[in-house]
């Protein structure tokens, strides 16, 4: 077919080779060993993976490129691609041609307007608040007839709180006044007989005022009311007291029992800390049977109590009040705390309900108490395994030494239940009636025996 590509067209003369680089040229870039591509290398240079300060246009793979090559030949490619430039603002166009929001500028671009949206608000208010100090006037100081708001709705005290049971019992415990010439001294009791002004305490809280020409003991009711106390009669031996007052209409405190208290159990302390008449402190019972010496506080007091432990708050002047359980019964009159600095730190102890009884209806009966004794005197030893009391004296006649007991003799146990110090000794004994007979294991010259002892009274 005729025309421009007919079979007949002229051919296009040969591609000719390209000429040799200059020697200038070769001189100048070509590498210095024959037979090598490429451009020589810079002096000092080396190839890099990166640009450095001696070898700054250098890679790994620079000698294989056609663009520093002096003999690579020229020829056509591809036509030239460019990567598109970013689009600026927040809106982009994809590869797709869609449009899509760009956050990251426009996060910004909203801080920004979010930032100087805040700092005028802020400059409007501050000139607004410094316009109307400047331009209010002060209101008055005083304002005559203010009544505030109160509340109609009534707050609930349910059946056995700690508030229902202080308002019960409070009435019942006294704070006792004792006056020695000058000195005085302050603590409590507690109405067991209303009937008759009976009210039980705590010996070495009046003891030293027994006997004593001009001392005085006055009982102070919750009422702020109060009356001149008289001594029926004390006991050394269980710290227990009892007072009697001629003042008619005394409510009468319940006393509960001291086997229905368990460890755990709630209870509220009532008395006069510290001279502070009835304060009301709770917590719970700690621990039970705990064996604790009375020093006695400077009175004749010389008595091992088998102790009812509690953690509620009690201070000297608390000392022959009240430990009531969740019914509101008195299960023992607060006697002794253990504390390093003389304050309380939830270590204090009560006689239990039980004994306390036993011992006020002796003392109202017939002025004085009376104990089952073994005659012995004993003290707290240990051998590292196993704990007792070792008995340093034996009272002649007593019985003690009619039972055949000896000093040096540990007793390790009565009736079967261990003992571990002379305090758990005493309260074991004294646990029993005179006349009863118990059974004392000892050991002696290393070795195990038993005795039976019938009990005195002292």
Known sequence: M????????????????????PEAVLRAFAPSAPGQRGLQEPPGGRPGRRRTAIGPWWKADARADPWRDPYAPAGLAGPAVFEEPEQPGPVVVDAKGRRRLRLRDLSIRLSVLALLAVLLVGLLGGAVGYWLTRTADETPLLAPGTQLNETDEGIAREPGSVSDIAARVTPTVVSVEVRIGEAGATGSGVVIDG???????????????????????????????GSAARIVGRDPASDVAVLKVEKPGLVT????????????????????????ASTVTSGIVSALDRPVRLSGEGSDTNAVISA???DAPINPGNSGGAL??????????????????GGSVGLG????????????????GTGQAVHA?????????TDGTRDGALVVNVEPGGAGAAAGIREQDVVIAVDGAPVGSSEELVVAVDAHEPGET??????????????QATLDAA
């Open 253 to 276: 405190a319940a006393l509960g029992d001291s086997d229905d208290v368990v460890v755990g159990d709630p209870v509220v302390a009532i008395g006069s800390p510290l001279g502070l």
């Open 308 to 310: 009812v432990q509690t």
């Open 2 to 21: 005729p025309g421009s590509f007919a079979g007949d067209r002229p051919l296009p003369p040969p591609r000719s080779q390209p000429a040799p680089p």
């Open 373 to 381: 004794s073994l005659g012995v005197n004993a003290r707290s030893v």
């Open 438 to 451: 118990i059974t004392l294991e000892l050991i002696r010259n290393g070795s195990s025996t038993t005795v």
């Open 324 to 341: 009531v359980d969740a019914a509101g019964q008195v299960i023992g009159i607060n006697t002794a705390i253990a504390s390093l600095g």
């Open 349 to 364: 102890f009560a006689i239990p309900i039980d004994t306390v009884r036993d011992i006020a209806e002796q003392l109202i």
């Open 195 to 225: 009937a008759n002004g009976y009210i039980v305490t705590n010996n070495h809280v009046i003891s030293g005022a027994d006997g004593v020409e001009g001392a005085e003991i006055r009982a102070v009711f919750s009422d702020g009311s």
